[in-house]
């Protein structure tokens, strides 16, 4: 069965830094991996997805199958980005629907 | 466009009692997911339908059921509800069966499952 680990529950850091959510999985085949971003008060929604390989209010993320991992990167934190990140993962062929991790909230401190 | 909308957002149950939720997509989506959100389990996939089909389903025990409609709307039953059941459940919708080929999933607010 396929796993995802957001190791960190909450991470803080000050507007204009960079900011790193981390993201591992564990799957044996070829995996789907995506970003979904839930904002106060708001409706999870889809950040950005690997396949895509796109940027979506300044993140980026890539997919590294040799590490297994899928960080969620952006070079200058925004004070707007402070929400819940979820790192997802679909096992191709989508049999068991998409696993989410458990999310890591981040604050950007002005 | 209106969104995907779930019904009813907070719902108080009895253990025991047996609860039905329903979940709108958005118009000409024909793909309906459910989700249950809890601190402990975070978001765990419930199962998916697309055109009135049960296509894919997680790891829940069989008083966890649901079906679609020819509209696509889609409702999600529980039966002989358990204290453990307290949870957000929620849908999401796309216009086809899978996210990753250029559908996003499209997820409604949740409904607020109590039990007492």
């Known amino acids: 069965a396929q796993r995802v680990t957001q190791p960190e529950k909450l991470l803080s850091v000050f507007k204009g830094a960079p900011v790193e959510l981390k993201c591992n999985y564990s799957?044996?085949?070829?995996?789907?991996l995506f970003w979904y971003v839930q904002y106060s008060r708001q409706r999870l929604q889809l950040l950005l997805r690997h396949i895509s390989r796109e940027s979506i209010k300044g993140f980026t993320a890539d997919l590294n199958k040799g590490e297994t991992s899928f960080h969620l990167k952006k070079p200058f934190a925004q004070e707007e980005d402070s929400a819940m990140y979820y790192c997802?993962?679909?096992?191709?062929?989508?049999?068991?629907?998409?696993?989410f991790g458990k999310g890591t909230h981040l604050i950007i401190q002005p | 466009k209106a969104g995907v909308t779930q019904t009813p957002r907070y719902l108080i149950k009895t253990r025991g009692q047996q609860v039905t939720l329903s979940c709108s997509p958005i118009?000409?989506?024909?793909?309906v997911s459910w989700y249950q959100q809890t601190p402990g389990q975070g978001l765990q996939f419930l199962f998916e339908y697309f055109s009135e089909t049960q296509r894919n389903k997680g790891n829940f025990p069989g008083r966890f059921s649901g079906r679609q409609f020819s509209n696509s709307r889609s409702e999600m039953n529980v039966s002989t509800l358990e204290l453990g059941d307290s949870a957000l459940y929620l849908c999401?919708?796309?216009?086809?069966?899978?996210?990753?080929?250029?559908?996003?999933?499209?997820f409604g607010p949740g409904t607020r499952l109590t039990v007492t």
């Open positions: 999401a919708s796309s216009f086809g069966q899978s996210p990753s080929k250029g559908n996003e999933q499209y």
């Open positions: 799957y044996s085949g070829s995996p789907e």
């Open positions: 118009s000409g989506h024909r793909s």
């Open positions: 997802a993962l679909r096992a191709r062929g989508g049999a068991d629907g998409l696993t």
